[in-house]
């Protein structure tokens, strides 16, 4: 399983570098272009991973950060693993990234408590005008 997992302690919620991300992607380099981005504006990196089966086990442990999800990724069904995330931390952000999504699709992961949406090919103005949004304070 290629998973990299961060613990970080004494973190405190008034700070303002204080905000968390998880990653999960299936391209290296979308990794590290996004993980650039997100570390520009100033958020931890808590996981990364290249396998959707990965996430249940980050947000587990990390359930109050921003979750950066490859649609095109699971295995098992994507809106099934959105339930199972948020039924595991209702409190996580859910940002989904992919090449095309259907309008259903859309309003579908809507009510599975997605935030946002991004297009691959990931875009450094697409991910700072999403981070810009007052939901991402």
Known sequence: ???QDYSFTELKASDPA???AIIV???ELEQ???????KKKRYQILGKSLESKSVIELIRKHKKSILFLDFDLAPFGSMDLLAKIKKSAP???IVIIAKKLEKTQ????RNNGVCGFLAKPLSVEAVEK?????SFD
């Open 25 to 27: 992607l299936e391209s």
């Open 106 to 109: 859309v309003a579908e992961a």
């Open 130 to 134: 999403l981070l810009s949004k007052p």
């Open 91 to 93: 409190e996580i952000k």
């Open 18 to 20: 204080n905000k968390r």
């Open 1 to 3: 399983m290629s998973i």
């Open 32 to 38: 590290q272009n996004l993980n650039k981005v997100l």
